[in-house]
């Protein structure tokens, strides 16, 4: 299938003055959170809340931190999240793309909004 990015916009919520970020985020459906470098991190000025037990994708457990609260944004929808605070590129994983009713087209390699509208259940 290859690998899938999406445009999106990260900012701190916290210090809406501060200004957003547009970055190239890989769209993981295979990875439950939102990553993020240290880099970004710094350059939004979020905050470590704790840290957490992750299990990698190559079955290590890790303790990382967790950072935010982060707004995403991609084209006209957004979301507010937490991020695990690692790699060297920001993640974009399945409940931030759930949240924002986005799916990940294996023909076109592209993220796209879900083409059945309404999937939202409360």
Known sequence: MGLTYA???L??????ERP??????????????????KHVALQLNLE????????????????VPYIGPIQVRFEKRSCFVGAFLMG?????????????????????REVTYNPQ???HRV
């Open 20 to 37: 957003a970020m547009r970055v190239a985020a890989l769209a993981d459906t295979g990875a439950n959170m939102l990553c993020v470098p």
């Open 117 to 119: 509208p309404n999937r």
């Open 7 to 9: 445009e999106i916009e």
């Open 48 to 63: 470590t809340t704790e840290h957490r037990r992750v299990k990698l994708a190559d079955g290590r457990i890790a303790s």
């Open 88 to 108: 060297d590129e920001v993640v974009l994983g399945a409940v931030p793309m759930e949240d924002m009713d986005l799916v990940v087209s294996p023909q076109t």
């Open 11 to 16: 900012s701190n919520p916290r210090e809406p």
